[in-house]
């Protein structure tokens, strides 16, 4: 049987899921509820092919990137499909998911709280990827490491995600108003995740968000109309970011890379390495992954006659060549709980059981610990908190690029 990937949404979606009892669409499910959904295969340019392993399976695009890559990129509409049943299940799951009240944010004074986003879209597939992006070589601390894009706080009045908003705005100029947001972009808040901690005792509040595209309705054509130049290009902060690249969002479930929509052979070197440390005589496990990148397009800001690049105008013609780039420490944390929390699976491999740092963050409340910082050490806190540190060690371990 063939159904239109919006279809396949809506099977998805009619799957009841909580916070509590995660749950992943069988073939089972999504067969019986699809013959009660009307066939809109003439309202999208994908239809399904098949399922494994609850995945949706979507035709090869004749009309892959101008590039010649089969990459998907947040920017531009033109990669992106409608969200298959799995991704469907997953984004339900994460809007459903209501972390556990945290009363202390409200006490903790401004030099203390931070936020980051992460903010997921759908790739040529309807899989969920994740933005991320590499701190600039430039900065004093943590140069060159993977982060969200984040920081701390201006006011006691900025929520979490207004915090991330703001921050996403000045590092990689995604809108803080939706009003200025492009269209067919519309971004969805979706939940906040449990508070972690970072290594300079900041405290992290992730925001995950979800970037909607809305796909014309037409009987008579089979691809979007959107151009890169149209979408939302990325305008980044070269004094704080070098570059911004995507990760399969599912793949921080596995200990192994997951056949994806490379047209080009997987870059040597392994996906996932890990170990454990100890962080303030509590067990913690850091995780190091290692992101594919030779075969989609790694955006780096533009430089201008004189001095730094001020905005990212078009988008670098070619792909990155570098292999692979590692996020590890609190930023791959964070994307292994969420996508705990999206996908309802157990990790393949070790891990803390719990989300977040807050029985840490209370007990450090407790000592004394998170009193307002000084000028001087607030940099260094903040990058910390917004790139992927170890919390508990320095990185041993030189980055695969």
């Known amino acids: 049987m063939s159904i239109s990937a919006a279809a396949a949404e809506q099977a998805a979606e009619a799957v009841v899921v909580d916070s509590n009892h995660h749950h992943t669409p069988t073939e089972y499910e999504v067969q019986t509820i699809i013959p009660n959904i009307p066939d809109t295969s003439s309202d999208t340019e994908n239809t399904v092919a098949t399922l494994s392993d609850n995945r949706i399976l979507f035709p090869e695009e004749d009309a892959a990137d101008q590039d010649g890559s089969g990459s998907s990129n947040y920017w531009d509409a033109s990669t992106m499909a409608p969200l298959n049943p799995a991704s469907a299940a997953a984004i339900a799951r994460l809007r459903a998911y209501k972390p556990p009240p945290f009363p202390l944010w409200d006490r903790l004074p401004i030099s203390r709280r931070a936020a980051v986003l992460m903010l997921l879209f759908a790739d040529r597939r309807g899989d969920l990827r994740v933005v991320i992006t590499m701190r600039a070589a430039s900065l004093r601390s943590f140069s060159g490491h993977a982060a969200l894009p984040g920081g701390k706080a201006d006011s006691v009045d900025e929520t979490p995600y207004q915090i991330a908003r703001r921050e996403a705005w000045e590092e990689i100029g995604l809108p803080m108003d939706d009003a200025k947001i492009p269209s067919p972009f519309r971004i969805e808040h979706l939940c906040y995740l449990p508070m972690n901690l970072a290594r300079t005792e900041l405290v992290v509040r992730p925001c995950v968000a979800f970037l909607h595209t809305t796909f014309p309705k037409s009987t008579t054509t089979t691809t979007t109309t959107v151009?890169?130049?149209?979408?939302?290009?990325?305008?980044?902060?070269?004094?704080?970011?070098?570059?911004?690249?995507?990760?399969?969002?599912?793949?921080?479930?596995?200990?192994?890379?997951?056949?994806?929509?490379?047209?080009?052979?997987?870059?040597?070197?392994?996906?996932?390495?890990?170990?454990?440390?100890?962080?303030?005589?509590?067990?913690?496990?850091?995780?190091?992954?290692?992101?594919?990148?030779?075969?989609?397009?790694?955006?780096?800001?533009?430089?201008?006659?004189?001095?730094?690049?001020?905005?990212?105008?078009?988008?670098?013609?070619?792909?990155?060549?570098?292999?692979?780039?590692?996020?590890?420490?609190?930023?791959?944390?964070?994307?292994?709980?969420?996508?705990?929390?999206?996908?309802?699976?157990?990790?393949?491999?070790?891990?803390?059981?719990?989300?977040?740092?807050?029985?840490?963050?209370?007990?450090?409340?407790?000592?004394?610990?998170?009193?307002?910082?000084?000028?001087?050490?607030?940099?260094?806190?903040?990058?910390?908190?917004?790139?992927?540190?170890?919390?508990?060690?320095?990185?041993?371990?030189?980055?695969?690029?």
């Open 227 to 401: 151009t890169v130049e149209d979408g939302l290009i990325p305008r980044l902060d070269a004094r704080e970011v070098a570059a911004v690249f995507s990760a399969p969002f599912h793949n921080f479930l596995r200990a192994e890379d997951e056949p994806g929509l490379q047209t080009k052979p997987l870059p040597p070197g392994k996906w996932y390495e890990g170990s454990w440390t100890a962080w303030n005589d509590e067990p913690w496990r850091v995780h190091y992954f290692y992101v594919p990148v030779n075969d989609q397009r790694v955006t780096k800001p533009r430089v201008r006659d004189g001095g730094l690049a001020a905005l990212a105008e078009g988008i670098e013609d070619e792909l990155e060549e570098a292999g692979r780039y590692k996020v590890w420490g609190m930023t791959a944390r964070i994307v292994v709980d969420a996508a705990r929390a999206a996908y309802g699976e157990v990790p393949e491999f070790e891990h803390n059981s719990h989300f977040g740092d807050e029985r840490m963050i209370v007990e450090m409340e407790k000592l004394g610990r998170l009193t307002p910082k000084t000028k001087a050490s607030v940099s260094t806190a903040v990058a910390a908190a917004t790139e992927g540190e170890t919390n508990g060690e320095e990185d041993k371990k030189p980055a695969k690029m």
